[in-house]
């Protein structure tokens, strides 16, 4: 069973910062790019961050570019995404999921259930 699971959300306050997990079982991730996406309430889901199946490539949305970073393991077979000076407009549920392809330019097929992020004092 195809399964990824995200791990490292918490509270945290302004300025502070996390490192969120992404774990997959069931298949290997070396294939496939992966996405970082948060959603908050009310809001529609936001994709936010993107690494290439190698690594060598990334990108980030403008609201997360030069605070969140985005890298890879494949012989742990995880993604995270090291968010610093977070900001109360960070507060989501985070998500990551694996591209149809090695590249950030296809669908996303496999979803992990999320993980919470709140900034707040």
Request: glycine share 10%; aromatic share 12%; charged share 15%.
């Amino acid at each position: 069973q195809l399964q990824l699971v995200e791990s490292g959300g918490g509270l945290v306050q302004p300025g502070g910062s996390l490192r969120l997990s992404c774990a997959a079982s069931g298949f290997t991730l070396d294939y496939y790019a992966i996405g970082w996406f948060r959603q908050a309430p009310g809001k529609e889901r936001e994709e936010i961050s993107c690494i290439t199946n190698n690594g060598y490539r990334t990108n980030y949305a403008d609201s997360v570019k030069g605070r969140f970073t985005i890298s890879r393991d494949n012989a742990k077979n995880t993604v995270y995404l090291q968010m610093n000076s977070l900001e109360p407009e960070d507060t989501a549920i985070y998500y990551c999921a694996a591209n149809i392809k090695a590249y950030c330019s296809g669908a996303y097929n496999s979803w992990g259930q999320g993980t919470q992020v709140t900034v707040s004092s």
